[in-house]
Structure formats: structure tokens, C-alpha cells
């Protein structure tokens, strides 16, 4: 078995058309300095996300220490180790929605949906973030789905707008 056979059998992300996209852009990197960042990019073009073992498949492929590549992923935001959940909805927690009550609301949304801020429902539904702000804080408490913005949020209306989302 390939290391790349490997991989899907950890990780059902990680196929082998997959694979073959993210051998090309190694291929198409490898031996340019300062290539990390623009494979990194790349690849999460593809996959949506850094999971350990693809940036240990990665790192081999540029030939560079694993733990290289984990301190660039762990270090920009912009990338991420967790799947992407089908949306995304960011709770605002700027001043004016923090003091409306977005604590409730979030509180719901974990309670409802099983998800934590930071995180992806195991189905991938939602993924849940916080900001800092929406810049629409005169419709506090504000969240945003995908690109939806819903002004006047309640611990109650939470749970119907987010049904709205498959
Ligand atoms: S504080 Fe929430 S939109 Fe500005």
C-alpha cells in the first residue's frame, strides 16, 4: 500500500483524486524556496483543510520536517486543520452583540446543534466561529450565515434560522 493508499484509509477526505491534485502542486513546488506557503494554499484549496497526516505527506514531499509544516498551519489563521461544515455561521461577539445577548445564543447553538465555537458538526453542517465584529452593530445581536446577516437574533429565532440550513 502507497502512502497515499494510506492516507484514505485514515482519512475518507483524502482520496486518490485528491491526492494526485496535491502531488501535482508538490511536484510543481518542489525545490523553490519559500514554496511552503503557496503548497500549503494550494492544497487547502482542494481539501478545504490541513489535516496532521496530509501535512506529513507534505512535508516529505518538499522534504522538510513535519514539524515545520505544523508551526505554519498552526501559526496563520487562514489555515485550518478542521473541516469546513456545508455553512458557516459566525457569531458575532463585538460589544454591541455581546451586551444584547449573544452568550444565549451561542449557549443555544452549542446546546442545539452539538457544536463549539472553533468547530465543525460531525456531519458538517456548521461549521460555528466567533468575530469580533460584523460591522452592522446597529441590527445587534448579529450572525451571519455563509453570506446571510440576521439582525435582531434571539436564543429562540436562532434555532429557526439555522434550520433554514441544510
Ligand atoms: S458588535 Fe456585532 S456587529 Fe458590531
Redesign the pocket.
Known amino acids: 500500500m502507497s502512502f497515499a493508499e494510506d492516507l484514505y484509509s485514515i482519512n475518507k477526505d483524502l482520496t486518490p483524486e485528491v491526492m494526485a491534485r496535491v502531488d501535482e502542486i508538490i511536484a510543481r513546488h518542489r525545490g523553490t524556496p519559500g514554496s511552503l506557503i503557496p503548497v500549503l494554499e494550494e492544497c487547502q484549496g482542494v481539501t478545504a483543510y490541513l489535516p496532521v497526516e496530509l501535512q506529513e505527506y507534505i512535508a516529505r514531499g518538499l522534504n522538510m520536517p513535519a514539524s515545520t509544516v505544523y508551526g505554519v498551519v498552526t501559526f496563520y489563521s487562514f489555515f485550518s486543520m478542521i473541516p469546513k461544515g456545508r455553512h458557516t455561521v459566525r457569531v458575532?461577539m463585538?460589544?454591541?452583540?455581546?451586551v444584547r445577548g449573544m452568550n444565549e445564543i451561542v449557549n443555544r447553538i452549542r446546546s442545539e446543534f452539538n457544536v463549539e465555537i472553533g468547530n465543525t458538526m460531525p456531519d458538517r453542517r456548521f461549521s460555528l466561529e466567533s468575530v469580533r465584529?460584523?460591522?452592522?452593530?446597529g441590527?445587534?445581536?448579529?450572525v451571519m450565515v455563509d453570506s446571510d446577516t440576521h439582525g435582531g437574533v434571539t436564543p429562540e429565532r436562532i434555532v429557526d434560522i439555522l434550520n433554514r440550513y441544510k
Open positions: 458575532c463585538g460589544t454591541a452583540c455581546y465584529c460584523l460591522g452592522a452593530c441590527l445587534a445581536p448579529v
